[in-house]
């Protein structure tokens, strides 16, 4: 777990609700998990330039503008900073492919055997992994993120992107 007192991380997250197209518990519950873990332990470092040189630890909402991921970034008190925009286009056909995998996997879990939802589970976090991985490469000229940060910010894409 990374130290807390590192100023390249995230301390606040919160999603645009206008952005949230569909909501059921099942959704709720992965929102709420991603962003107590990513809060728990996280690294951010933005590679912009930043008024007044801030390197944190940064505020972000998270929303979708012109179906691309648009980062608002704040100051701990709540000063505005900065958004980053980052297209989506290179996580599309995974973030399809999870969905696809999640929808198999809730509706496993009613009446599959544990071994067919644990290859189900297995699938999904497969997914997941490789979505973290491309967001790290993709997004790396403009913003430094470890894995777990990914996983946990790959999560919150998802819950923006469910239609």
């Known amino acids: 777990m990374l130290d807390q007192k590192c100023d390249n991380r995230i301390c606040h997250v919160e999603l645009d609700q206008k952005s949230i197209i569909r909501r059921n518990s099942d959704i709720e519950h992965e929102r709420r998990v991603a962003i ?4 728990d332990a996280n690294y ?8 007044d040189n801030y390197g944190g630890p940064y505020r972000v909402t998270l929303r979708m503008e012109d179906n691309r991921l648009a980062i608002d970034l704040k100051t701990e008190q ?3 900073l900065s958004t ?22 809730y509706d496993a879990i009613k ?7 644990e290859a189900i589970d297995f699938g999904r976090r497969a997914l997941h992994n490789e979505g973290s991985q491309i967001m790290q490469s993709r997004f790396s000229d403009k913003v430094d993120i470890d894995f ?14 469910i239609r």
Not at 36 to 39: A, E, P, S
Not at 111 to 117: L, Y
Not at 151 to 160: D, H, N
């Open 36 to 39: 107590f873990d990513l809060l």
């Open 44 to 51: 951010f470092a933005p590679k912009i330039d930043i008024p």
């Open 78 to 80: 709540s000063r505005d």
């Open 84 to 105: 980053l925009v980052l297209p989506l286009s290179p996580l599309r056909s995974v973030i399809k492919e999870y969905f696809l995998v999640c929808n198999s996997y």
């Open 111 to 117: 009446t599959a055997s544990p071994k067919q939802i």
């Open 148 to 161: 777990e940060t990914a996983r946990r910010l790959f999560t919150l894409i998802c819950v923006l992107q």
